[in-house]
């Protein structure tokens, strides 16, 4: 676990700031490109665990990597390059106010919602009679605010444009992309043996104010897939899905007692969960890519990466 990057205080040539964010370390450069690295921070319920997963953000930047490629024809992506496992290096964007959450199934916070006797969420209507993990008739979009500090919080599209978060323009065209991006992301997933359950997506604009796919995508950390085999035999039994998500970190703390509200303190994480948790990100990489996870040099990570780093911006001046 020592070797797990947790936070950077790196200082790169032309730098203009430094933000960190749940999960990732991110920097300006020269107004130029936007420096993101993967930590290996989890966080839950909107807060950041204490202990670093092994591998857990080279996982999500080489998923997001990956997927940002097979989806590059229908919108454009900020990535220029990713000069290290869990870096990307890309096109500085500014980003909508609003992440485009989209849901195909029954799953954990709508689900929660759901039983709590709610039938609208973001102003859409969901139907009577379903029980967990059933599929939607067509994906919802669920919306939600992108705040940098505290919750997210669910949003209408009304409440959106009566907010003027996002013009109707542009939010169309956001409506658009995101049903297409997790038709392709579905298919992939399919092709895979899995089920792409829900997922969000992030868009900015570039400096020609071009939409622009930015941040991660189809990551475990921002989707929740299912094994297909055997999902229709699990919901007519009434069995909990198969999944590959962090929906199993988010039940081991609702197990201990923790929901991310006031006054609840963090379980202990032991080694054995954390390295529990690495597996199955290490899992779900090798399922939804087809590819075998090859684990990066760890023993001086942030040197290698503040090299690497250096290394793009050298030759990128």
Request: cysteine-free; glycine content about 4%.
């Given at each position: 676990m020592s070797n797990t990057i947790m936070k950077t205080e790196f200082k790169f040539e032309g730098q203009k700031s430094h933000y960190r964010g749940k999960v990732r370390e991110v920097y300006n450069v020269d107004d130029k490109y936007l420096v993101?690295?993967?930590?290996?921070?989890?966080?839950?319920?909107?807060?950041?665990?204490?202990?670093?997963i092994p591998f857990k953000g080279q996982v999500?930047?080489?998923?997001?990597?990956?997927?940002?490629?097979?989806?590059?024809?229908?919108?454009?992506?900020?990535?220029?390059d990713t000069p290290d496992p869990s870096v990307a290096i890309g096109h500085l964007c500014d980003p909508f106010k609003v992440?485009?959450?989209?849901?195909?199934?029954?799953?954990?916070?709508?689900?929660?919602?759901?039983?709590?006797?709610?039938r609208i969420i973001c102003g859409v209507t969901m139907p009577d009679g379903?029980?967990?993990?059933?599929?939607?008739?067509?994906?919802?979009?669920?919306?939600?605010?992108?705040?940098?500090?505290g919750h997210d919080e669910d949003i209408s599209r009304e409440d959106i444009l009566a907010q003027g978060l996002v013009s109707e323009e542009d939010y169309v065209q956001l409506e658009d992309y995101t049903?297409?991006?997790?038709?392709r992301g579905t298919e992939i997933a399919s092709d895979m043996g899995l089920i792409l359950v829900d997922t969000k997506y992030e868009f900015g604009k570039d400096v020609n104010g071009v939409i622009t796919l930015i941040d991660e995508i189809h990551t475990p950390d921002s989707s929740r897939y299912f094994y297909k085999e055997g999902y229709q035999a699990r919901q007519d039994a009434d069995?909990?899905?198969?999944?590959l998500s962090k929906e199993f970190v988010r039940q081991w703390l609702i197990e201990n007692g923790f929901q991310g509200k006031?006054?609840?303190?963090?379980?202990?994480?032991?080694?054995?969960?954390?390295?529990?948790?690495s597996e199955r990100y290490i899992e779900l990489y090798e399922q939804i890519t087809g590819d075998t996870f090859v684990k990066s040099d760890t023993t001086d990570v942030m040197k290698r990466v503040e090299e690497n780093i250096k290394g793009f911006l050298s030759i990128n001046a």
């Open positions: 993101m690295i993967a930590s290996d921070r989890i966080s839950a319920f909107d807060v950041v665990l204490p202990a670093g999500l930047n080489q998923v997001a990597e990956k997927f940002m490629k097979a989806t590059s024809d229908i919108v454009p992506n900020w990535i220029i992440e485009m959450v989209i849901r195909g199934y029954l799953s954990g916070h709508a689900w929660r919602e759901y039983r709590d006797g709610k379903m029980k967990e993990n059933d599929k939607f008739p067509e994906p919802l979009l669920t919306p939600t605010t992108k705040e940098d500090v049903r297409k991006l997790f038709q069995e909990a899905q198969k999944q006031e006054g609840q303190q963090i379980p202990e994480m032991n080694e054995e969960l954390v390295n529990s948790i």
